[in-house]
Nanobody, 119 residues
Framework: QVQLVESGGGLVQPGWSLRLSCAAS????????MDWYRQAPGKQRELVAH???????NYADSVKGRFTISRDNAKNTVYLQMNSLKPDDTAVYYC?????????????WGQGTQVTVSS
């Protein structure tokens, strides 16, 4: 059974930083693209950042220059460094990944971690 587990969320003040982590575990053969999504109350889930297995990245316009996605393939882990946080960044952040395991290639979601930016 493959699982994605996020950590690192919390309550911070505007301008502060947080680093989210998402570790994949289970019978993993390899991991393709890994993404961070977020969902604020009353809003649709949106893609925040994307990273390929080779390390190419893409970001939502709202976080460009403030957030950085990275991954450690040896640890099956993806990170999201969030700097200069704003109240509009408040949301539940979800990890998503395309993972090869025994049944084949499948898309997985983590359970989410809450990020609250407030003074």
């Amino acid at each position: 059974q493959v699982q994605l587990v996020e950590s690192g969320g919390g309550l911070v003040q505007p301008g502060w930083s947080l680093r989210l982590s998402c570790a994949a575990s289970g019978r993993i053969i390899s991991i393709e693209a890994m993404d961070w999504y977020r969902q604020a109350p009353g809003k649709q889930r949106e893609l925040v950042a994307h990273i390929t297995r080779g390390g190419s990245t893409n970001y939502a316009d709202s976080v460009k220059g403030r957030f950085t996605i990275s991954r450690d393939n040896a640890k099956n882990t993806v990170y999201l460094q969030m700097n200069s946080l704003k109240p509009d960044d408040t949301a539940v952040y979800y990890c998503n990944a395309d993972i090869w395991s025994d049944p084949g290639l499948k898309n997985y979601w983590g359970q989410g971690t809450q990020v609250t930016v407030s003074s």
